[in-house]
């Protein structure tokens, strides 16, 4: 058995979530971290058009932050009361060589923490876990030198409307899917199985990746070299030019 490290944590800021996410994967320590939003958030892939993908007006309307990833992927709504958001930082020998079967391997351990809690999750390729054939988590992956972030959403609540008028879902984009309209497309946990107690799903997902990793994970801190880079990748996540680059 390995021994990783599992952080977790209250809510931070959109900038200072990516901020750590950064740090954690320049440390390159296995580390599983649990997080939350406050406030809310969108978040969009690096290579994404933010104007394409978000509603900008509507995000400053509510008071909705904005922020550019490192990793791909697309535009993500991150709820303050409604999910629970994930990272994955672990050396590439630990997961299989490609980026769709590492992914599927870090995805069938959200399936399994789902599973602690009665909820038939299946792993849906690229990158999705589904419920019912809906969507309840989806997660994004970048690597830098020999090391892979995988981060990623679990809805525990879902504001569908919200969502969707934070976020730009195309017409055509829905009509691929076969389905008549976005919100169709996603579930949470509360519609599954009722309402649920955050520390259960933290807990649950925590066994899910020591059970499909086979490793221990103690709760631990951030080091104090992690905790020096975050103020200045903060920094560059709080970046207008950053964000609106595309």
Avoid at 28 to 38: E, F, I, K, N, V
Avoid at 78 to 84: K, L, V, Y
Avoid at 209 to 236: H, Q
Wanted: contains cysteine; proline residues 4%.
């Amino acid at each position: 058995m390995q021994t990783w490290r599992f952080i977790d944590h209250g809510p931070r800021d959109a900038a200072t979530n990516m901020a750590i996410d950064e740090a954690l994967l320049m440390s390159g320590r296995p580390t599983l971290r649990l997080y939350t939003w406050s406030p809310s958030a969108v978040s969009i892939g690096y290579f994404q058009a933010i104007r394409e993908e978000v509603n900008l007006e509507a995000c400053k309307r509510e008071g909705v932050e904005v922020v550019r990833r490192i990793s791909g992927g697309g535009a993500v709504y991150h709820d303050a009361q409604g999910e629970i958001t994930y990272s994955l930082v672990v050396p590439e020998a630990a997961v299989p060589g490609t980026v769709q079967d590492s992914c599927a391997a870090i995805c069938s351990a959200l399936v399994a923490g789902l599973r602690e809690m009665g909820v038939e999750a299946v792993f849906s390729p690229l990158n999705d876990v589904v419920v019912n054939g809906k969507k309840i988590s989806g997660s994004a992956q970048t690597r830098r030198h020999g090391v892979v972030l995988q981060h990623g959403t679990v809805l525990v609540d879902l504001d569908a409307i919200r969502m969707f008028s934070l976020l730009r879902v195309s017409a055509a984009k829905i009509a691929d899917k076969g389905i008549a309209a976005a919100s169709q497309r996603v579930t949470s946990l509360r519609a599954e199985v009722g309402a649920v107690d955050p520390r259960a799903v933290r807990e649950a997902l925590r066994k899910g990746f020591a059970r499909v990793f086979d490793a221990d994970l103690p709760p631990e801190t951030l080091t104090d070299e992690e905790k020096e880079r975050i103020p200045g990748l903060r920094e560059k996540y709080a970046r207008r030019q950053w964000n609106l680059q595309r």
